[in-house]
Nanobody
């Protein structure tokens, strides 16, 4: 069993910054990917930033240059540095990871419980 726990959400004024963190724990052999999604009220969940075990990253167009994803593979942690935040960034942010629990095993998809980010003056 694998658990993902996010932290770092909160209320911030427009133009401000927040740093989200997500740590995976449990039976982990390797983590193929660790991503951040968000879901705004009344909208579908969308991919915000993605990172692979090889170190490549990808961002939604709406957040590129403002958000930075980074991984600490030794700690099974992924962070999301969010700068120049806008009211439209308000959403619940979810950590998502693809985890192998043993060598040669399949990759299982896990989700965190979410952390709320509110951008408002």
């Amino acid at each position: 069993q694998v658990q993902l726990v996010e932290s770092g959400g909160g209320l911030v004024q427009p133009g401000g910054s927040l740093r989200l963190s997500c740590t995976a724990s449990g039976t982990i052999f390797s983590i193929d990917y660790m991503d951040w999604y968000r879901q705004a009220p009344g909208k579908q969940r969308e991919l915000v930033a993605a990172s692979t075990i090889g170190g490549s990253t990808n961002y939604a167009v709406s957040v590129k240059s403002r958000l930075t994803i980074s991984r600490d593979s030794a700690k099974n942690t992924v962070n999301l540095q969010m700068n120049s935040l806008k009211p439209e960034d308000t959403a619940d942010y979810y950590c998502n990871a693809g985890v192998r629990t043993n060598w040669g095993g399949r990759t299982y998809d896990y989700w965190g419980q979410g952390t709320r980010v509110t951008v408002s003056s």
